[in-house]
């Protein structure tokens, strides 16, 4: 009776322990960029260092229990970035950075480093410290159930508590909590394996509790948390309208539009250069399709220019919010207005209407850090297919506009491109200087009658029809100058697998030995490293399919999570042979390749879920059930999980890599790691054969 009590006393750990990491890990992706202005260009980084932590954990199993460092861990973290939080890190020029990243620091006269790359090797290690003692943990539970036979249901236990992690953030999230309720509920769930850890540890744990809160509360200047941003508000130095910010940076100024005593001078020259490229239409639009409406600028605009519908999308629910109720002119407050909370791409997929004019409002990121440039918010809208969506729901003689911050000529070139690639012939651009945007780009028949001889050889426009390729759903990084790693990007990768391997060569002396013999686990690596990918193609996939919100990601999340556990529960009723196991990830991977997911978005909802939850779910499911035969075979568990955790984090180094050869070919990257470990296996056990 009592090992049954103590079984179901570590199960439940088992489970804790995961809850705690997948929660932990969501809640410092969302909250150190709100410190650390630069994470907000590298949200991978808290994603490999917890499988780095994870996995240096694993293999510190059997030492010495590290229990009390994770809230030690946690809260040393949030003191190096409450230092960081007021320094100003810049990688190019200093003042437009200061501008952009760091509006609020400038204001008090912060010090200014020129070097993203300490703030983001700090908050890697730092990041990856916090979940070496989860790691450690999880790991001695899984094994102490191995001993015993029951590996497997250790890690379903291991698969819900990282299911009801995510469940809960997103919950969280729904909710619009601050971060002092997200490091309250991680601490909370942490007394479930803390509770018997011995009354000093108790104590040093509510300490570093109560230090955390107070940390994750004095650091909160925030008006509300979005699912995307921290929000706050600010005031515009000779405008009378009101400055948001994402995260303490400028992201869009609310600007009375209207004529009268409350537009200051410097808001109706800004007011002017939004409504001068209307004078460009031969007739005012009647209906309008605003992508990226934001507080409302654009939408008053249509209004102002004559429109009599207007449909306004915008991603971000408390930014609808705030225009609602702080926008000078009330814009979402008029009849001829409909507000639609959802993501460009997803509007433009299933939408039946037809516009006479399709608004690009300055939805590009809220700065150009080019050097930091990754999949954003943004993405998938500036991309070839994106803009034949957008021809597709225009009415005839209808056109587009798309106000834009350009900050260098390669993103010049490259939106005249996207345009001419798009529409079949390079757009109107018009210079208009201001704090908001500089360039408006005119195309479709709307703007026809504009086009001349002077304009199309207009020395910028052809050489950006020479010099450039467009940024597609495949390849979707407007702001990288050129297909391939940068010398920053090859630098980091050096930088955090340099790390990364001296980390877990250092810590572990069997790994060591295990390489220097020749002995390592080639097979587990490849496993996390592929499935890594697996998983990163997948949600952006989705994205794509469904539109880039939160709760996309968090459905997809979740629906990975049930995948894995599913497979893992067959498994113990009736396993599925390794070889069937790697010949459906084969199929699956080749066929997702040969279909792919840019033939989702137009597809029907009841048959693009079927075919989503194919694309997804069916590698997901052969990769979990290869796992979960192979893992059972190791007599070291915890040896075997974390090189599987470090093999993730090569696969988030190696995500990079879509940069250079397009998100598609990362399945084809996934399925040659599948095939190596397969490898590995068949090597491994004709040496186990022979020395038998």
Same mark, same amino acid.
């Given at each position: 009776?009592?090992?049954?009590?103590?079984?179901?006393?570590?199960?439940?750990?088992?489970?804790?322990?995961?809850?705690?990491?997948?929660?932990?890990?969501?809640?410092?992706?969302?909250?150190?960029?709100?410190?650390? &202005?630069?994470? %907000?260009?590298?949200?991978?980084?808290?994603?490999?260092?917890?499988?780095?932590?994870?996995?240096?954990?694993?293999?510190?199993?059997?030492?010495?229990?590290?229990?009390?460092?994770?809230?030690?861990?946690?809260?040393?973290?949030?003191?190096?970035?409450?230092?960081?939080?007021?320094?100003?890190?810049?990688?190019?020029?200093? +003042?437009?950075?200061?501008?952009?990243?760091?509006?609020?620091?400038?204001?008090?006269?912060?010090?200014?480093?020129?070097?993203?790359?300490?703030?983001?090797?700090?908050?890697?290690?730092?990041?990856?410290?916090?979940?070496?003692?989860?790691?450690?943990?999880?790991?001695? &539970?899984?094994?102490?159930?191995?001993?015993?036979?029951?590996?497997?249901?250790?890690?379903?236990?291991?698969?819900?508590?990282?299911?009801?992690?995510?469940?809960?953030?997103?919950?969280?999230?729904?909710?619009?909590?601050?971060?002092?309720?997200?490091?309250?509920?991680?601490?909370?769930?942490?007394?479930?394996?803390?509770?018997?850890?011995?009354?000093?540890?108790?104590?040093?744990?509510?300490?570093?509790?109560?230090?955390?809160?107070?940390?994750?509360?004095?650091?909160?200047?925030?008006?509300?948390?979005?699912?995307?941003?921290?929000?706050?508000?600010?005031?515009?130095?000779?405008?009378?309208?009101?400055?948001?910010?994402?995260?303490?940076?400028?992201?869009?100024?609310?600007?009375?539009?209207?004529?009268?005593?409350?537009?200051?001078?410097?808001?109706?020259?800004?007011?002017?250069?939004?409504?001068?490229?209307?004078?460009?239409?031969?007739?005012?639009?009647?209906?309008?399709?605003?992508?990226?409406?934001?507080?409302? +600028?654009?939408?008053? *605009?249509?209004?102002?220019?004559?429109?009599?519908?207007?449909?306004?999308?915008?991603?971000?629910?408390?930014?609808?919010?705030?225009?609602?109720?702080?926008?000078?002119?009330?814009?979402?407050?008029?009849?001829?207005?409909?507000?639609?909370?959802?993501?460009?791409?997803?509007?433009?997929?299933?939408?039946?209407?037809?516009?006479? @004019?399709?608004?690009?409002?300055?939805?590009?990121?809220?700065?150009?850090?080019?050097?930091?440039? %990754?999949?954003?918010?943004? *993405?998938?809208?500036?991309?070839?297919?994106?803009?034949?969506?957008?021809?597709?729901?225009?009415?005839?003689?209808?056109?587009?506009?798309?106000?834009?911050?350009?900050?260098?000529?390669?993103?010049?070139?490259?939106?005249?491109?996207?345009?001419?690639?798009?529409?079949?012939?390079?757009?109107?651009?018009?210079?208009?200087?201001?704090?908001?945007?500089?360039?408006?780009?005119?195309?479709?028949?709307?703007?026809?009658?504009?086009?001349?001889?002077?304009? *199309?050889?207009?020395?910028?426009?052809?050489?950006?029809?020479?010099?450039?390729?467009?940024?597609?759903?495949?390849?979707?990084?407007?702001?990288?100058?050129?297909?391939?790693?940068?010398?920053?990007?090859?630098?980091?990768?050096?930088?955090?697998?340099?790390?990364?391997?001296?980390?877990?060569?250092?810590?572990?002396?069997?790994?060591?030995?295990?390489?220097?013999?020749?002995?390592?686990?080639?097979?587990?690596?490849?496993?996390?490293?592929?499935?890594?990918?697996?998983?990163?193609? %997948?949600?952006?996939?989705?994205?794509?399919?469904?539109?880039?919100?939160?709760?996309?990601?968090?459905?997809?999340?979740?629906?990975?999570?049930?995948?894995?556990?599913?497979?893992?529960?067959?498994?113990?009723?009736?396993?599925?042979?390794?070889?069937?196991?790697?010949?459906?990830?084969?199929?699956? @991977?080749?066929?997702?390749?040969?279909?792919?997911?840019?033939?989702?978005?137009?597809?029907?909802?009841?048959?693009?879920?079927?075919?989503?939850?194919?694309?997804?779910?069916?590698?997901?499911?052969?990769?979990?059930?290869?796992?979960?035969?192979?893992?059972?075979?190791?007599?070291?568990?915890?040896?075997?999980?974390?090189?599987?955790?470090?093999?993730?984090?090569?696969?988030? @180094?190696?995500?990079?890599?879509?940069?250079?050869?397009?998100?598609?070919?990362?399945?084809?990257?996934?399925?040659?790691?599948?095939?190596? %470990?397969?490898?590995?296996?068949?090597?491994?056990?004709?040496?186990?054969?022979?020395?038998?």
């Amino acid at each position: 009776m009592d090992d049954r009590i103590e079984s179901r006393r570590t199960y439940l750990e088992i489970a804790a322990i995961s809850f705690v990491i997948l929660f932990q890990e969501l809640a410092l992706i969302r909250w150190l960029p709100t410190q650390v &202005r630069v994470i %907000s260009y590298f949200p991978n980084v808290v994603l490999i260092s917890a499988f780095l932590g994870l996995g240096i954990g694993c293999l510190l199993a059997s030492r010495r229990t590290l229990v009390e460092l994770w809230p030690v861990g946690l809260v040393a973290t949030g003191i190096a970035t409450w230092v960081m939080s007021g320094i100003a890190f810049t990688q190019e020029s200093v +003042n437009e950075h200061l501008w952009l990243l760091y509006h609020d620091l400038a204001a008090r006269g912060a010090p200014v480093v020129n070097d993203v790359k300490l703030p983001i090797v700090a908050c890697f290690v730092l990041s990856a410290l916090c979940f070496v003692p989860l790691g450690q943990m999880l790991a001695s &539970r899984i094994a102490l159930m191995a001993r015993d036979g029951r590996s497997l249901p250790a890690y379903s236990f291991d698969l819900l508590g990282s299911l009801a992690g995510t469940a809960a953030f997103t919950l969280f999230s729904f909710l619009r909590t601050p971060p002092v309720a997200w490091f309250a509920m991680v601490f909370a769930a942490g007394l479930v394996f803390m509770a018997r850890t011995g009354l000093r540890r108790i104590a040093i744990y509510a300490t570093c509790a109560a230090a955390m809160l107070f940390i994750a509360h004095t650091t909160n200047h925030a008006l509300v948390f979005s699912p995307y941003y921290a929000l706050s508000l600010d005031t515009f130095k000779g405008h009378n309208g009101h400055l948001i910010l994402t995260n303490g940076s400028i992201h869009q100024y609310a600007s009375p539009m209207r004529p009268g005593p409350g537009q200051s001078r410097e808001d109706a020259k800004l007011a002017a250069a939004y409504i001068s490229p209307y004078g460009n239409l031969r007739k005012p639009p009647e209906k309008v399709l605003v992508l990226g409406a934001g507080s409302g +600028n654009d939408v008053i *605009t249509a209004l102002l220019a004559g429109a009599k519908k207007v449909d306004a999308v915008e991603i971000d629910p408390e930014i609808i919010k705030l225009g609602r109720t702080i926008h000078p002119d009330r814009p979402y407050s008029d009849p001829r207005v409909t507000v639609i909370n959802d993501d460009a791409r997803s509007y433009l997929n299933r939408t039946p209407e037809k516009y006479d @004019l399709v608004v690009f409002g300055t939805l590009d990121s809220m700065t150009r850090l080019s050097a930091l440039s %990754s999949v954003r918010l943004d *993405t998938f809208v500036y991309t070839r297919e994106c803009l034949l969506s957008v021809k597709k729901v225009l009415r005839p003689g209808g056109g587009v506009m798309m106000y834009f911050m350009v900050g260098s000529p390669f993103i010049f070139d490259r939106i005249v491109k996207l345009h001419d690639e798009a529409f079949g012939a390079p757009p109107i651009a018009l210079n208009a200087p201001n704090r908001l945007f500089n360039w408006v780009f005119l195309s479709g028949d709307a703007f026809s009658h504009l086009r001349t001889t002077d304009q *199309t050889v207009w020395e910028p426009i052809r050489r950006a029809l020479k010099s450039t390729d467009a940024s597609t759903d495949d390849w979707p990084f407007l702001y990288l100058r050129t297909r391939g790693i940068s010398n920053f990007y090859a630098t980091m990768i050096f930088i955090l697998g340099a790390i990364s391997a001296a980390s877990v060569l250092g810590v572990s002396k069997e790994l060591r030995d295990s390489v220097r013999e020749g002995r390592a686990d080639i097979e587990m690596l490849c496993l996390g490293a592929a499935f890594l990918l697996l998983e990163t193609k %997948s949600v952006t996939e989705m994205n794509l399919a469904w539109g880039a919100t939160w709760l996309t990601n968090a459905v997809v999340f979740a629906a990975i999570l049930t995948m894995l556990l599913a497979s893992t529960l067959l498994m113990q009723w009736k396993p599925i042979p390794a070889g069937a196991s790697v010949a459906g990830i084969v199929i699956s @991977l080749l066929a997702a390749y040969a279909a792919p997911t840019g033939l989702l978005p137009g597809l029907d909802t009841p048959v693009k879920l079927a075919l989503s939850l194919l694309v997804v779910g069916l590698p997901i499911f052969f990769a979990a059930s290869l796992f979960a035969v192979r893992f059972r075979t190791r007599a070291a568990a915890d040896l075997a999980l974390g090189w599987n955790l470090l093999g993730a984090v090569l696969g988030g @180094l190696l995500e990079f890599l879509s940069m250079a050869i397009g998100i598609r070919n990362l399945a084809l990257l996934a399925l040659a790691l599948y095939l190596v %470990s397969a490898l590995a296996r068949q090597r491994a056990e004709r040496a186990a054969a022979r020395a038998a």
